[in-house]
């Protein structure tokens, strides 16, 4: 098996605890030879981590000295685009953290570049792997609720007054291009067809920078299911992560090990029947019909969270097919940039880009 030579350029949170943590799973497939980062305390880490580790202080010099195969970007939001493109006209691969790229039109340059240096770009929409997610859709293609009609996917990252460069739209920061591109791009696979028409509302509540801490996008496809998709920095009393309804039974997910449904009994025929124009009876419902309900637990699969890297890798260096196609990850850039349109929560970029 060939093992990649990989650069890590950004060295903090993400850097760190995602992309390096992750590729080092795979000691067979990778080698993380470089980091290069603007603090220098950054780099002390990385020594600390792997003394034989070549650091340096910038993309530019890392390109310059490293004989690598394969670096991934993990600074701040604006630099993707303008790093990934030097990347790869250097002949190495670049692997682009989310948010992928900060407008459609930038998007549409990276995607140019990647046309241009084949087998050179990746998208690193790494909850596209999460293990629960994998779980549900192959319960909803396995037609236990029947014909899904609603999607809820919301996450909370508690009552945060955060305070990095996160929340700063100068820096295109925020909830909605932080877990945004996560949870949309999940939507758009549950949606299983184009989005034919989008509603947003972003705000912020108790940030301390001016970016967005709230925000609500709710995604109607052509085959007329609805994806909703929420995220909050102010919830105190967060809800259920997804939530998925169909003409059948209902899939909650809440986090753990198990996927509850409920859901009518799969032996019961839902037969045809006539409304009654008459005044209805004191209580509730149907009284011609007696409906019978299961309720079941599914275990969450064993999947890597970083099964992202072997997708990269099998691509690479077998041919495989990259399951995050640039069409997709595109859509995700546009349904960020329309949500941002229609909520009329415009950010700020006046960032000096590298």
Not at 302 to 320: A, D, M, N, Q, R
Not at 326 to 349: C, D, H, Q, Y
Request: glycine fraction near 8%; charge should be negative.
């Amino acid at each position: 098996m060939k093992k990649l030579k990989a650069g890590i350029v950004g060295f903090g949170r993400i850097g760190q605890f995602g992309h390096y943590t992750e590729m080092n799973e795979y000691p067979d497939r990778f080698e993380v030879a470089a980091v290069a980062d603007i603090l220098p305390e950054r780099l002390e880490d990385a020594r600390k981590k792997n003394p034989a580790i070549q650091t340096c202080s910038s993309l530019e010099e890392m390109l310059a000295n490293s004989d690598l195969d394969i670096i991934t970007i993990a600074t701040r939001h604006p630099d993707h685009v303008p790093m990934a493109l030097k990347i790869m006209e250097a002949g190495k691969i670049a692997v682009v953290e989310k948010p992928v790229a900060t407008s459609l039109q930038e998007m549409d340059e990276l995607l140019a570049a990647g046309k241009a240096h084949p087998g050179k770009l990746y998208f690193r929409h790494n909850r596209r792997f999460e293990a629960p997610f994998i779980k549900v859709r192959q319960l909803i293609r396995d037609d236990v609720i029947g014909s899904v009609q609603y999607i809820k996917l919301y996450r909370s990252v508690g009552f945060c007054r955060r305070n990095d460069w996160m929340t700063m739209t100068e820096f295109y920061g925020g909830l909605l291009t932080n877990w945004g591109p996560h949870l949309i791009d999940q939507a758009l696979q549950f949606l299983e067809a184009p989005v034919a028409d989008l509603w947003a509302d972003v705000r912020s509540v108790v940030s301390i920078g001016d970016g967005d801490d709230l925000f609500k996008i709710l995604l109607k496809a052509e085959n007329g299911r609805l994806a909703d998709i929420e995220v909050s920095g102010s919830n105190t009393m967060p809800g259920r992560q997804m939530e998925i309804t169909g003409n059948r039974g209902t899939i909650v997910y809440n986090g753990g090990k198990e996927i509850e449904v409920r859901r009518i009994d799969p032996s019961v025929e839902l037969k045809p029947l006539k409304p009654h124009p008459e005044t209805p009876g004191l209580s509730y419902g149907n009284h011609d019909e007696k409906l019978y309900f299961v309720e079941e637990k599914y275990q969450v699969p064993e999947i890597p969270f970083s099964t992202l890297w072997v997708k990269i890798h099998e691509s690479v260096t077998e041919g495989k097919e990259f399951p995050i196609t640039p069409a997709e990850a595109r859509e995700v850039v546009r349904v960020t940039e329309e949500a941002f349109r229609k909520s009329g929560f415009k950010p700020i970029l006046n960032y000096k880009r590298s």
